[in-house]
């Protein structure tokens, strides 16, 4: 699950801070909203980019790897947050794509521009269930959920 390009960045704040104006207000706003909304994520920076909570996942050679619950990017066009959380057998960014605001959302990826694109308030909803619900399970796939 590599979804993001390598960076000069070993923490959270260095990667925010290597980012134009822009993308280091958007990315600023979005790791306030996390860490206040789910105190329950311990943030760290994992596989290139700021995480937040982590779950057990099989990877598909069969390891056991800490991923995170929620982690941040910024992309060469839009930011995305990767929300790897499901309750009811439903990826809960997908459960709430059409009141996230102007983003385009796949699966466990929520996209956008602006911030301002973004409903903050459906956001706000979709973190505190992830951190209810941390990690994934696949409907295709034999991955399972381990916490």
Avoid: H
């Avoid at 069969?62 to 992309?75: L, N, T």
């Amino acid at each position: 699950m590599n979804m993001v390009k390598e960076v000069q960045a070993s923490t959270t704040a260095e990667y925010i801070a290597n980012l134009t104006d822009d993308r280091r207000q958007i990315l600023q706003a979005i790791d306030k909203l996390i860490k206040e909304t789910a105190p329950g994520l311990t943030s760290k920076f994992a596989y290139n980019m700021p995480g937040y909570g982590a779950f057990t996942y099989e990877n598909n050679k069969k390891e056991q790897v800490s991923w995170p619950v929620i982690a941040v990017a910024s992309q060469k066009n839009y930011v995305s947050i990767y929300v790897c959380s499901v309750e009811d057998g439903e990826y809960i960014a997908e459960k709430y794509k059409d009141s996230l605001g102007k983003v385009s959302v796949g699966k466990s990826c929520i996209r956008f521009k602006k911030l301002e694109d973004l409903n903050l308030q459906t956001l706000k909803k979709v973190i505190a269930l992830a951190e209810k619900y941390p990690g994934m399970e696949y409907a295709n796939d034999k991955n399972k959920k381990q916490d």
